[in-house]
């Protein structure tokens, strides 16, 4: 098998920011970073504040390019694509995603199709079927014909959600989705996108803070501390006590629901002292 024949590869991704001041040195924020995304797998990623998370979504997607090693999607370089190539096989959700402003959400939601559309971007019917889709989906019926600029901060991120899902692409990167949901939407959310990596063969990859809800959702989970993948695998060998520590510098105590069998952790106290 191509160990490079999958729908993402990082293959040894090293990545960097511009130095913020003259004669200081690059900000490196990804090392040695290898990471395969199957068809049908949701992988969470993990990790304290400033691990290089987004930064690692950032350059999978092409809006960073890496310093060292390379990206592979579909089997085929990312560097050598258009944009429009991309754009027609992946999605991506930023952490922060401004929505274009004086478009009602059905608008922007449609946007996701201009990749598959013409030089004169008349939508066809498969088109309109994928937003339709794609609002029903997200829970966006209601909200369609108003101004996606009034919307709450939850709002806009269902309709950044939708606009990636009417994109229809084979892989999907999302930064932090859960952002500004409440906890049904959240849910939703997460269902939604495992339903969606299960029935369409998708391959996924979120990044997150909840612990609880990777074990719930995850098929895989990848551990990122300082710029490094720590770990990376199933949700037993992963998500330990052990590794979770060594990832977070925290002891969590690490559960198991009677009903449902998945882990939960929770945060322990540090010991007084003195």
């Known amino acids: 098998m191509d160990p490079l024949n999958a729908p993402l590869v990082l293959d040894r991704v090293s990545a960097a920011y511009p130095p913020r001041r003259p004669g200081a040195a690059a900000e490196e924020r990804l090392v040695g970073v290898d990471l395969r995304l199957e068809a049908g797998e949701l992988v969470c990623v993990l990790g304290p504040n400033g691990a290089g998370k987004s930064t690692l979504v950032r350059v999978a997607s092409g809006l960073l390019a890496p310093s060292a ?4 999607l579909l089997g085929a370089p990312l560097d050598d694509r258009s944009r429009q190539d991309v754009a027609r096989v992946l999605a991506v959700v930023e952490q922060t995603q401004e929505l274009a402003m004086g478009f009602t959400v059905r608008e922007v939601v449609a946007m996701g199709r201009a990749p598959h559309q013409g030089a004169w971007m008349r939508p066809s019917k498969a088109d ?4 339709e889709r794609a609002i029903a989906r997200c829970d966006l019926d209601d909200l369609a014909s108003r101004p996606a600029g009034a919307l709450s901060g939850g709002e806009q991120k269902r309709v950044a959600i939708a606009r990636a899902l009417a994109q229809e692409p084979k892989v999907l990167l999302l930064d932090e989705p859960g952002a500004f949901l409440d906890v049904r939407h959240q849910l939703d959310l997460y269902e939604l996108l495992a339903h969606e990596v299960k029935d369409r063969g998708l391959a996924c ?3 997150m803070h909840d612990l609880n809800v990777a074990a719930q ?7 990122v501390k300082a710029g490094r993948l720590v770990a990376i695998g199933g949700i037993e060998d992963v998500m330990t ?3 979770l520590k060594e990832t977070f510098d925290a002891d969590l105590y690490v559960g198991v629901n009677e ?3 998945a882990r939960f952790f929770l945060p322990m106290r540090r010991a007084k002292t003195g």
């Open 259 to 261: 009903l449902t069998g």
């Open 217 to 223: 959702f995850a098929d895989r989970v990848a551990l």
């Open 69 to 72: 090693g390379r990206v592979h």
């Open 128 to 131: 309109d079927e994928a937003v």
């Open 205 to 207: 990859l979120v990044v």
């Open 241 to 243: 006590w052990r590794v």
